[in-house]
C-alpha cells in the first residue's frame, strides 16, 4: 500500500447560473434609477409634459423590476440559452400536438388555479396583509390577478406540448381536486409547499420594494462628504439592490427560464428557522424576544468625533453590504428562501457557503457593538450580546437546515460542499473554529 499517495482533490463545479445573469440586472437597474433621479432634466431634453421632479412613485419601482428582470430574462435565453438545458424538463425538438395535451392542461389549470385561490384566501384571512407594509404588495397582486389568470391558459397549453413529463405537481394538485384517478399526494404536498413559499415571500418582498427604490432615487447628495451620510446612502443603494433582484427571483419560477422550483425545504424546523426572520412572525425587532437593539447605540454614536475611525468603520459596513448584495445577484433569476433551484458556486459562494448570513450576521454586529451601552450597565451590555448572539445562533440553525435539503437533492451541491470544506476560506476558518 502507497501511504504516500494524496487524498483526491475535490473541484469546484460549475455554478448552474453564468456570472454576467446579475450584472445585466443590475447594470439596467443603476441606469433606471439614474433616469428617475434625473428625470427633471430627462422630461426638459425630451419635452415631456408631466411634473418636472424625480420619479419615486411605487409603480416606478416596479418598472425598475420589470425591466431589471427582463433583462435577465433575456440575457438568460439569448446568451446563456438556459431553456436548452435538460435540467428544464423540455423537449423542445418534438412538441406534441394540441389534442394530446388538452386534458392534461386544463386538469393542470384547475390545480394552478386552485393554488391560486387559497393563496388569496389566506391574505384575505390574515389581517396583517392589509397593514403597512404589506398593503401595496398585496393591491399590486390583486391587480395582476386577472392577467395571470387569461395568460395561464395560453402558456400551459404551449409548455405542455415540449414538457417530457406534464404531469407535474401542478397537475397532481388539479386531479386530486377532481377526484381522477393518478393523482399523488406526494406531488401534491411538494407542489403545495413550493407554493406556499411563493405566496408568502412574493408578498412580502413587493410590499418592501418602493421603499427602498424611493429613498435612493429622493436622496439629495447633501452630506456625501460626511462618513456616516455616505455610509447610509451607499447600504440603502446595496439593500435596494438586494430587494430588486430578490423580489425577480420569486417572481420568475420558469422552466423555459430554467429557474423553476425543483424542491422546497421539507423540514419543519427549516421552515421555523426562515420565517422567524421575517414578519409577521419576526422575533428580532419590534421588541420581539430577540431583539437585542434596546440600550444600544450605534457605531456612529461611539466613534463621533474620530473621521478617521468613522471613515474606516462606514468601509467596513460598506463592505459587508456589499457581499449581501451580491449574495443575492449571482441567483439572476433564481433567488427564493427554502428553496431548491440549482447550484451556485461562484461569486461570494467561492469564499462561503453562506456569504448573505455571515456578511449579515457580522453587519448586525458592527453597526450595534451590543457589547457597548450608553446606559453604562453591565446588564445591558451581557443581555444585548447574549441576544445578538441568539439571533446569529438562528441564521447558523437556517444554513444547518438549507444544507440537509440541498444535500438531500443534488449530488452537484455535494460536490460543492465538499469543495468548501477546503476550497472556501471563509468555510475553512469557520469550520477550525467551531
Not at 172 to 200: I, S, Y
Request: charged fraction near 15%.
Amino acid at each position: 500500500m502507497d501511504c504516500s499517495a494524496s487524498p483526491s482533490v475535490v473541484s469546484r463545479p460549475q455554478s448552474d447560473v453564468s456570472a454576467s445573469v446579475g450584472l445585466v440586472g443590475l447594470a439596467v437597474l443603476v441606469a433606471w434609477v439614474m433616469v428617475c433621479r434625473s428625470w427633471p432634466m430627462v422630461a426638459d431634453a425630451l419635452d415631456l409634459g408631466g411634473p418636472r421632479e424625480p420619479l419615486a412613485g411605487p409603480y416606478t419601482a416596479v418598472m425598475a423590476l420589470a425591466l431589471s428582470s427582463g433583462a435577465m430574462a433575456l440575457w438568460s435565453v439569448l446568451v446563456d440559452k438556459v431553456h436548452r438545458r435538460a435540467s428544464t424538463g423540455i423537449d423542445w425538438a418534438h412538441p406534441r400536438p394540441l389534442r394530446d395535451v388538452l386534458g392534461i392542461s386544463a386538469v393542470k389549470l384547475v390545480g394552478l388555479w386552485v393554488t391560486w385561490a387559497v393563496i388569496g384566501t389566506a391574505y384575505c384571512l390574515f389581517r396583517f396583509y392589509w397593514q403597512e407594509p404589506w398593503l401595496f404588495g398585496i393591491r399590486l397582486i390583486g391587480l395582476g390577478v386577472v392577467p395571470m389568470a387569461l395568460l395561464s391558459v395560453p402558456y400551459v397549453l404551449w409548455l405542455d406540448r415540449v414538457l417530457i413529463d406534464p404531469r407535474d405537481g401542478a397537475w397532481h394538485c388539479g386531479a386530486w381536486v377532481l377526484g381522477r384517478d393518478g393523482a399523488d399526494g406526494g406531488q401534491v404536498l411538494l407542489h403545495a409547499r413550493r407554493w406556499a413559499v411563493k405566496g408568502f415571500f412574493t408578498a412580502f418582498m413587493l410590499s418592501i420594494l418602493p421603499g427602498g427604490f424611493a429613498a435612493v432615487v429622493h436622496f439629495d447628495g447633501a452630506g456625501l462628504g460626511d462618513p456616516v451620510a455616505l455610509t447610509n446612502w451607499l447600504i440603502t443603494w446595496l439593500f435596494m439592490i438586494d430587494v430588486q433582484i430578490g423580489t425577480a427571483g420569486y417572481l420568475f419560477t420558469l422552466r423555459p427560464l430554467d429557474a423553476h422550483i425543483r424542491s422546497a425545504n421539507p423540514y419543519l424546523d427549516g421552515w421555523v428557522a426562515a420565517l422567524v426572520c421575517y414578519p409577521p412572525f419576526i422575533m428580532m425587532g419590534g421588541n420581539g424576544p430577540l431583539d437585542y437593539h434596546p440600550g444600544t447605540a450605534e457605531w456612529s454614536q461611539w466613534l463621533a468625533g474620530h473621521e478617521w475611525a468613522l471613515w474606516g468603520w462606514g468601509a467596513w459596513l460598506v463592505a459587508l453590504t456589499g457581499v449581501y448584495g451580491w449574495a443575492t445577484m449571482v441567483f439572476g433569476l433564481r433567488f427564493s428562501n427554502l428553496t431548491y433551484r440549482g447550484v451556485i458556486t461562484h461569486g461570494p459562494y467561492r469564499l462561503t457557503r453562506h456569504p448573505a448570513y455571515v456578511s449579515k450576521n457580522l453587519f448586525w454586529w458592527s453597526v450595534t457593538l451590543p457589547f457597548l451601552s450608553p446606559t453604562g450597565s453591565l446588564v445591558d451590555c451581557m443581555r444585548n450580546t447574549a441576544i445578538l448572539a441568539m439571533v446569529s445562533a438562528v441564521y447558523w440553525w437556517r444554513a444547518k437546515t438549507e444544507e440537509r435539503h440541498l444535500l438531500g437533492q443534488d449530488a452537484k451541491y455535494r460536490a460543492y460542499w465538499a469543495w468548501a470544506e477546503t476550497g472556501a476560506p471563509i468555510t475553512r476558518l469557520l469550520k477550525r473554529v467551531f
